[in-house]
């Protein structure tokens, strides 16, 4: 019976490639919080606190993952490199402006939101001139 079973994506090879899946990984759950705000249900705010600060332990680990001093790469995978930290700095600071406000409607601000995917979506043409295993 594995036909209807959940198909499995492996944790690319790529050291940007798995930068990227972590990123997107953190994004869904912060995606989540955000359409729950957005949404007008009630926000448990300890929990949210404990999920957003477990997120930005995983950017900050991100950052340090892709870091000159830990990641060697070549002439274009380093431009590549500078978007995606310049992406996860975005979105550090994004939670750190929910915290200040509490997770307000306020701190939902969907034209970021939206900057942060449209930034994500022009990275995919750059991650394939790489032959990354992740888009």
Request: charged share 35%; hydrophobic share 40%; proline share 6%.
């Given at each position: 019976?594995?036909?209807?079973?959940?198909?499995?994506?492996?944790?690319?090879?790529?050291?940007?490639?798995?930068?990227?899946y972590d990123y997107d990984h953190t994004w869904g759950a912060i995606k989540k919080i955000t359409a729950n705000v957005q949404a007008g249900k009630p926000v448990k705010v300890d929990r949210v606190k404990k999920l957003l600060i477990q997120n930005k332990a995983k950017l900050n680990q991100i950052l340090k993952d892709i870091s000159k001093e830990n990641l060697k790469v070549d002439y274009r995978s380093d431009k590549i490199r500078y978007k995606i930290s310049d992406m996860v700095i975005q979105l550090i600071d994004f939670l750190d402006m929910g915290q200040k406000?509490?997770?307000?409607?306020?701190?939902?601000?969907?034209?970021?939101?939206?900057?942060?995917m449209d930034r994500r979506e022009s990275l995919k043409k750059d991650m394939k001139d790489i032959e990354s295993d992740y888009l």
């Open positions: 019976m594995g036909w209807f079973r959940k198909k499995r994506v492996e944790r690319p090879k790529n050291p940007l490639g798995a930068a990227l406000h509490n997770f307000d409607d306020q701190f939902v601000d969907a034209s970021r939101l939206d900057n942060l």
